[in-house]
T-cell receptor, first 110, second 113 residues
Framework: GQSLEQPSEVTAVEGAIVQINCTYQ??????LSWYQQHDGGAPTFLSYNALDGLEETGRFSSFLSRSDSYGYLLLQELQMKDSASYFCAVNSGGYQKVTFGTGTKLQVIP | EAQVTQNPRYLITVTGKKLTVTCSQNMNHEYMSWYRQDPGLGLRQIYY???????DKGDVPEGYKVSRKEKRNFPLILESPSPNQTSLYFCASSFGGQYSPLHFGNGTRLTVT
């Protein structure tokens, strides 16, 4: 089966940089996604990595190392509105099988 | 506006009373899926559908049914709800393909007493 591990909580200061790690065990790996979810809201897509390396989208970057079964989400210039839960998710066994991690709750403090 | 619409947003019911949670998308997406979210467990896939009349089980399908008679609709059916199905449910859709991000509905909070 599939399993993903990520820290349950992270606290960081406004304006700083924070990295949220995700390790996974899966078969038939196709890619690693990241989603953001604010309290009471729906998950929203942030990024997707199919190949090794860094993908940058504004203040957010995502990294993947397929050989290490590891990825991370990097948030720069943190803002208070970045306080949310962040989920990594793997596509395996084809695009239809998407398995989510248990989520990392990020708290940004002044 | 492109969106995934779930109804109802909140539902309180009693054990054994059949219910349906509706999901509709207006983006002509082929792929649709249902997830439940519980504290500490993240999002777990219940069922998914790759196209009309094509559905398959996810990780936690027990106690649930789905149907995909039209491309835009993907209802979740609980024939005999039990308290352990109390949860937050999300419907999601995408064009399909490994690079296609999931678009989520706003969720349905179900309480079974």
């Amino acid at each position: 089966g599939q399993s993903l591990e990520q820290p349950s909580e992270v606290t960081a200061v406004e304006g700083a940089i924070v990295q949220i790690n995700c390790t996974y065990q899966t078969s038939g790996f196709y890619g690693l996604s990241w989603y953001q979810q604010h309290d009471g809201g729906a998950p929203t897509f942030l990024s997707y990595n199919a190949l090794d390396g860094l993908e940058e989208t504004g203040r957010f970057s995502s990294f993947l190392s397929r050989s290490d079964s590891y990825g991370y989400l990097l948030l720069q210039e943190l803002q208070m509105k970045d306080s949310a839960s962040y989920f990594c998710a793997v596509n395996s066994g084809g695009y239809q099988k998407v398995t989510f991690g248990t989520g990392t709750k990020l708290q940004v403090i002044p | 506006e492109a969106q995934v619409t779930q109804n109802p947003r909140y539902l309180i019911t009693v054990t054994g009373k059949k219910l349906t949670v509706t999901c509709s998308q207006n983006m002509n997406h082929e792929y649709m899926s249902w997830y439940r979210q519980d504290p500490g467990l993240g999002l777990r896939q219940i069922y998914y559908s790759m196209n009309v009349e094509v559905t398959d089980k996810g990780d936690v399908p027990e106690g649930y049914k789905v149907s995909r008679k039209e491309k835009r609709n993907f209802p979740l059916i609980l024939e005999s709800p039990s308290p352990n199905q109390t949860s937050l449910y999300f419907c999601a859709s995408s064009f399909g393909g490994q690079y296609s991000p999931l678009h989520f509905g706003n969720g349905t909070r179900l309480t079974v007493t």
